[in-house]
């Protein structure tokens, strides 16, 4: 693909628009590295497109794209009734932009020892107003260490905390200078202390390899990946007027498949992978008898000792070496 400005995405990123970039970009956003599969659906709300859409099938691209191009929407734009059963069966429950601004507010009062840092909050009216200024640091940190700051949404649905292209509850697109998540702010300080593209996307990379996620659900796990992909796109656009070579909007990809993962947050394993086992026990003499051991993380509710499979992160500043997300936990 030509080194040119992409036009702009809408609220629902298509994986069509994914796939003309590369087939590979939408191949990387659906891998699992957990299970070397992709990730699955883990919801029933597609089932009645077919045996492909079942709750533990994989998502594949052919299911996507195409004809089947609209199958995955984001939560405002899909029907009251579809949004109302997936609050009872999953509690499934978004939070405003403003909601999200006030709460990464504070982690950012937290770091900088100050308020107001990155926008100034009107409470009353649920709106803030963006900080125009260069943002400035306090003495003894810069602003590679606020890029690499570690930070997490947890079970984190669309990841509104992370990226605001838009309001998930209203559907309201946010212009970039207005945003609010947590990896805009380091992509907006990235873009306010680099000059050259290679400068940019080294820190870019910095900032999204310290910026991670989890989700229950696929598909909302997939528009999650897709709105972290999208932004990185549209920061660069903004600092350098056209979009970023395909290989690097892959490695980019590629960060985010690590670091927005499947998993069952109250266990640290790939959904629904815990399983009982049937012990047998008699002879050729005596009565044969069978017996249900459950799976010992869950009897016990001891998150060290599920028999499911352990999601593995990617600890990208110590040699990028793999790592059970549980192991993050003792």
């Not at 640091?137 to 602003?143: L, S, V």
């Not at 200078?177 to 990235?190: A, C, N, P, S």
């Amino acid at each position: 693909m030509p080194n040119k400005e992409l036009r702009p995405a809408c609220i629902d990123i298509r994986e069509d628009d994914l796939w003309d970039i590369s087939p590979e970009v939408l191949e990387t956003l659906l891998r699992d590295h957990t299970t070397r599969k992709n990730i699955f659906w883990a919801t029933h709300d597609y089932e009645a497109l077919g045996s492909a859409y079942d709750y533990h099938s994989q998502i594949l691209p052919e299911l996507i794209t195409g004809e089947n191009g609209m199958v995955i929407r984001p939560r405002v734009l899909k029907s009251k009734e579809e949004q109302t059963d997936r609050s009872k069966d999953m509690a499934e429950v978004f939070t405003p932009s403003w909601v999200c601004n006030a709460q990464n507010n504070l982690v950012d009062e937290a770091w900088f020892g100050r308020k107001d840092v990155f926008n100034v909050e009107d409470s009353a009216n649920h709106t803030w107003q963006n900080n125009p200024n260069k943002i400035e640091f306090p003495d003894g940190k810069t602003w590679k260490d606020y890029v690499r700051a570690t930070r997490w949404e947890i079970t984190c649905g669309e990841a509104p905390y992370l990226v605001s292209r838009y309001d998930t509850t209203t559907g309201e697109t946010i212009p970039l200078e207005q945003r609010i998540g947590l990896l805009d702010r380091k992509l907006r300080v990235v873009s306010e202390n680099t000059e050259t593209s290679g400068e940019w996307l080294d820190m870019a990379q910095e900032a999204y390899m310290h910026t991670y996620g989890f989700e229950w659900q696929g598909d909302n796990l997939l528009l999650a990946r897709e709105a972290l992909l999208w932004t990185f796109i549209e920061y660069y656009q903004a600092k350098f007027g056209k979009a970023p070579l395909v290989k690097s909007i892959n490695y980019i990809a590629y960060i985010i498949s690590w670091n927005l993962f499947q998993m069952d947050g109250l266990k640290g394993v790939v959904p629904d992978s815990c399983h009982s086992q049937i012990e047998i026990s008699g002879g050729l003499f005596d009565e044969r008898t069978e017996r249900i051991i459950p799976c010992p993380g869950c009897e016990k509710e001891d998150i060290h000792h599920h028999n499911g499979t352990y999601c593995l992160i990617r600890d990208w500043p110590n040699d990028k070496k793999k790592i059970r997300f549980i192991d993050l936990m003792k």
